[in-house]
């Protein structure tokens, strides 16, 4: 052999040995495939997923999920369905995923609908709802409770019976990326049965450069010890009021000035059917008006309310 050949070899020897031991390019060793279409399921791959790993999935999903830390550690596991997959709840009294007490799990990319809620997490902190659609369920599009931390962003949540999103005793931030500071990361929520976005039993929300419109009640209704930050937000064409803030809750309409993403006051373009706010029953409301309107007028003050609102 001469030694050009025998140069050769020894690379091509080299060559084999870095592909055992190095994945493909573009596949971590971390990252999991369910392909739906082909019989494959999502119930059946979590038992066999480990913490941080990457579960991603393609094709049309028919089952209700529930990911549990009761059951396991998925902390900070990532469904990924890649701006293409489905997961459609087959059973109307159970949600189509449940998060319980798991922290760090990020859902992106999917298409929801049927079953009760497409997404419900409860005990779980650090939960990232992140590019997807949620449509057509029998009740809420998300639903956050029992002292969750969830972002919500980029989503298109739509066309659900009853609310939008809906947050119990829960702190939650909609809209925003999560760079700090956040830059515009907008869910449209429209056309729901209820409230675009309810807020309530003593929740923090902060809600920031959305599009909250045609929802057959208010666009954000909070209520009920309740506090939210509401800047920067199209907030239009909702059958009742723009905003609602009653018992005992306030809301923060941006800041007096500025005009970040976090500081800016609220639009309208099309009007609401009743007011742009309406706070009553000790609830309250700061910030600036900006162009938030009604057909009844912008706003709406009874039964103990403080208006502190600047123009």
């Known amino acids: 052999m001469s030694a050009r050949q025998g140069f050769f070899a020894r690379i091509g020897s080299l060559l084999v040995v870095f592909a055992v031991l190095v994945p493909a390019v573009g596949v971590a060793d971390d990252t999991r495939f369910v392909d739906c279409d082909a019989g494959k399921s999502i119930g059946a791959a979590l038992p066999t997923m480990e913490p941080g790993e990457t579960l991603v999935v393609s094709g049309t999903c028919v089952e209700n999920v529930e990911v549990s830390g009761q059951t396991g550690s998925f902390d900070g596991i990532t469904l990924d369905g890649q701006g293409k997959a489905t997961i459609s709840g087959p059973d109307a009294s159970r949600d189509v995923l449940r998060l319980t007490a798991v922290k760090g799990v990020t859902i992106k990319g999917f298409r929801f609908t049927g079953g009760r809620d497409a997404i419900h997490t409860r005990w779980s902190t650090m939960v990232f709802i992140l590019s997807n659609t949620i449509e057509q369920t029998a009740r809420n599009g998300i639903q956050v409770t029992r002292g ?30 999560l760079d700090e500071p956040p830059q515009p990361s907008p869910n449209l929520i429209q056309g729901n049965g209820g409230d675009g976005i309810v807020v309530n039993r003593a929740s923090v929300v902060r809600i920031s450069g959305n599009a909250i419109r045609n929802n057959r009640q208010n666009g954000v209704r909070v209520e009920k010890m309740s506090q939210a930050d509401i800047a920067s937000n199209t907030i239009e064409g909702n059958s009742q009021n723009g905003i609602q803030a009653t018992q005992n809750s306030g809301v923060n309409l941006g800041t007096d000035s500025g005009s970040g993403l976090e500081n800016a006051p609220n639009a309208t373009v099309v009007p609401n059917g009743e007011f742009g706010i309406d706070c009553s029953l000790g609830g309250y409301a700061d910030g600036r008006l900006g162009s938030l309107s009604g057909a009844r007028g912008q706003k709406n003050f009874t039964s103990g309310a403080n208006d502190s609102l600047l123009p």
């Open 148 to 177: 969750a931390w969830v972002h919500i962003s980029a989503n298109v949540v739509q066309n659900n019976p009853r609310n939008g999103i809906e947050i119990q005793e829960s702190t939650v931030r909609i809209g925003g990326s």
